[in-house]
């Protein structure tokens, strides 16, 4: 595949996957900070803007299979900020706990519910490039641990539910990653 090819895909595909990333979970966090004004309008736009080119450069590094050890840096650095605001700064719920992830998948058939779930699966393949050079058993007990830590964390912040499904969709998505990075073998530089 050709650079500019290469380049016109990382766009296209980050321009979705950064817009489905910003209207199912960055603006409801943008929303406790900013209620209405010009202020509003301005955050909403740049968060948009940044998430569309982080998946847009994400994207691309992937496609290139290669990447710097300081963009390395810069993408962990600023993926875990991102996750932290995904997974913790919403509105309080109250502790409310899943335990039958049916209940889950008898709602997949909502758009919104599916689209929430298959973005929860791709938040979490990033994380599988930290368990790339792993046993599989190692994977997915660390995917386990990371996953009961941060539906723990929610359930015990109020600030999402402790959501079986959710577990599941981390697990897989850890473990996808995993795989992933380990197919593609991320040339760093």
């Given at each position: 595949?050709?650079?500019?090819?290469?380049?016109?895909?990382?766009?296209?595909?980050?321009?979705?996957?950064?817009?489905?990333?910003?209207?199912?979970?960055?603006?409801?966090?943008?929303?406790?900070?900013?209620?209405?004004?010009?202020?509003?309008?301005?955050?909403?736009?740049?968060?948009?803007?940044?998430?569309?080119?982080?998946?847009?450069?994400?994207?691309?590094?992937?496609?290139?299979?290669?990447?710097?050890r300081w963009m390395l840096v810069l993408l962990s650095?600023?993926?875990?900020?991102?996750?932290?605001?995904?997974?913790?700064?919403?509105?309080?719920?109250?502790?409310?706990?899943?335990?039958?992830?049916?209940?889950?998948?008898?709602?997949?058939g909502d758009w919104e519910m599916l689209m929430q779930?298959?973005?929860?699966?791709?938040?979490?393949?990033?994380?599988?490039?930290?368990?790339?050079?792993?046993?599989?058993?190692?994977?997915?007990?660390?995917?386990?641990?990371?996953?009961?830590?941060?539906?723990?964390?929610?359930?015990?912040?109020?600030?999402?539910?402790?959501?079986?499904?959710?577990?599941?969709?981390?697990?897989?998505?850890?473990?996808?990653?995993?795989?992933?990075?380990?197919?593609?073998?991320?040339?760093?530089?």
């Amino acid at each position: 595949m050709k650079k500019y090819q290469k380049q016109l895909l990382s766009l296209l595909a980050g321009a979705v996957l950064g817009y489905l990333v910003y209207y199912f979970f960055l603006i409801n966090t943008l929303s406790l900070f900013f209620t209405t004004g010009l202020l509003s309008i301005v955050s909403s736009a740049l968060f948009l803007l940044l998430s569309i080119v982080g998946c847009a450069a994400i994207i691309y590094l992937l496609l290139e299979k290669r990447v710097s050890r300081w963009m390395l840096v810069l993408l962990s650095v600023t993926y875990f900020i991102a996750l932290f605001i995904i997974l913790f700064c919403r509105h309080r719920v109250g502790r409310i706990a899943i335990l039958d992830p049916l209940v889950g998948l008898s709602q997949l058939g909502d758009w919104e519910m599916l689209m929430q779930s298959l973005l929860n699966l791709l938040m979490f393949l990033p994380m599988g490039f930290f368990f790339r050079n792993r046993k599989p058993w190692q994977v997915l007990l660390g995917a386990l641990g990371i996953s009961l830590f941060i539906e723990g964390m929610q359930y015990l912040t109020m600030r999402g539910m402790f959501d079986t499904l959710d577990i599941l969709l981390y697990i897989l998505g850890i473990s996808l990653g995993a795989l992933l990075f380990r197919l593609l073998r991320l040339k760093i530089e």
